[in-house]
């Protein structure tokens, strides 16, 4: 728990956790944009949802900083949101109201092996080269969708995918792509954001100066009321279907894997470690992301999760939870300003999913290629969930190919009790 005594313990003071929060919050804010630009596509209203990221937003950060005590600012997932849009909506053709009982349940789930620590178990059965590879695959998968959602790369008949036309929305999105990379190289504080920012307002020629008839970005007023119309819409009894488990699953999974590693690395590279050397109030810390999920459901958002963006904060100083309280309460004023976020264009945001990808592509490099046993299906779960367009896929083909080359290649000891479960589930979710 979070307390100001704690402050002293850390040696830190409250001028240097609030400047940290706000560092954090600068490199976390662009979920605010981002996220509803993703969401809205399953035609969830973009202004319920971007209301929906900031009350998951404020009330998970809040929690980590109150509960857990730890400089680290919780929002809705990225990958995860591409997830419940491309995956569970669109290609499982789902309706949201449903995706979003899923995503409630999948919170409970992961509530429930935060508390009792089964997590630890289920955690160790997951072979770390597929964990590296879904984590670099759904980097691939939301690259994919900046650039088809910028129209830099399009359906083709002829070859499935190719080059857009170079045009003034695909060269707008290139500047602002450049941009935001060159301000992330210069390690400016906010850097998305402020990219994000800058190719709106380079979008903003477009349909009145050049390159179409109709503007890409309409503004009709500034301030507008919070509109909280997905608040307890979800479905809870249709989602609760045992044909719907693997969704459920691959929520809880890909959440925990997610967390885990964020929580660990945030630790290893600040030295948020406790006496045994592991993650501070990690346990802690993943009961607010279980809460965070399942809040998420509750207002209308896919679930949410501990940022690698606060690391900017941690750099800056941040050791407590006031931290992340300070970021949590930043998120707030943006509950009135969805006509002017909503009418950001996907070219703005583009970039940033972009970027995101390169983000997520780091852990290919702990992958051993060397062993086929161990390459060829975290290769399988790597390139299929962008190929497949599905996440679950490349999840579930991941694990069978890893179940049989180590069972045809006299290697059976090496696959858990839990490992086979998982494999029952995935077997099931390709026969329903």
Request: hydrophobic share 55%.
């Amino acid at each position: 728990m979070f307390s100001f005594s704690s402050l002293k313990k850390e040696q830190t003071s409250v001028s240097t956790e609030i400047l940290a929060g706000v560092s954090s919050f600068l490199a976390t804010a662009y979920i605010i944009v981002v996220n509803p630009s993703i969401l809205s596509q399953t035609g969830m209203p973009f202004s319920a949802v971007l209301t929906a990221t900031i009350l998951v937003s404020f009330f998970s950060s809040m929690m980590m900083g109150l509960y857990a005590n730890n400089p680290i600012l919780v929002a809705p997932g990225m990958g995860l949101n591409a997830f419940f849009t491309f995956s569970a909506v669109l290609t499982d053709k789902l309706s949201w109201q449903v995706a979003l009982g899923t995503v409630f349940w999948s919170g409970v789930f992961f509530l429930l092996l935060s508390i009792f620590n089964v997590r630890s178990y289920i955690v160790k059965a997951i072979p770390k080269p597929l964990r590296y590879a879904i984590a670099s695959g759904i980097g691939l998968f939301i690259t994919l969708i900046g650039f088809a959602n910028a129209k830099f790369i399009v359906a083709n008949p002829a070859t499935m995918v190719s080059l857009g036309n170079l045009n003034a929305s695909t060269l707008t999105f290139i500047a602002g792509l450049l941009i935001t990379v060159v301000l992330l190289i210069r390690n400016v504080k906010g850097s998305i954001l402020i990219g994000i920012v800058v190719t709106s307002l380079l979008a903003w020629p477009i349909g009145r100066w050049w390159g179409g008839t109709e503007p890409v970005i309409t503004i009709n007023q500034l301030i507008a009321k919070p509109d909280f119309s997905l608040l307890f819409q979800l479905d809870l009894a249709n989602s609760l279907k045992w044909s719907l488990a693997p969704i459920i699953l691959a929520f809880v999974f890909t959440d925990m894997f997610d967390s885990l590693s964020t929580f660990v690395g945030l630790a290893e590279a600040s030295n948020l470690l406790d006496e045994n050397g592991e993650p501070k109030n990690i346990r802690k810390s993943l009961i607010v992301d279980a809460f965070s999920t399942t809040i998420a459901g509750l207002t209308g958002s896919s679930p949410g999760t501990a940022y690698i963006e606060s690391a900017v904060g941690i750099e800056q100083g941040g050791k407590t939870g006031l931290t992340a309280i300070a970021g949590a309460v930043l998120f707030l004023p943006f509950l009135f300003l969805s006509p002017v976020l909503s009418a950001v264009p996907a070219i703005a945001t583009a970039p940033a999913l972009v970027l995101v990808g390169v983000f997520m592509m780091k852990p290919v490099i702990k992958i051993d290629w060397n062993k086929l046993h161990e390459a060829f299906p975290a290769f399988m779960a790597m390139v299929l969930i962008p190929f497949t367009y599905s996440i679950t896929q490349g999840i579930i083909w991941g694990f069978l190919s890893w179940t049989a080359l180590h069972l045809l290649t006299g290697r059976s000891r090496q696959i858990s009790l839990a490992l086979w479960i998982i494999d029952f589930f995935a077997i099931l979710a390709l026969i329903f």
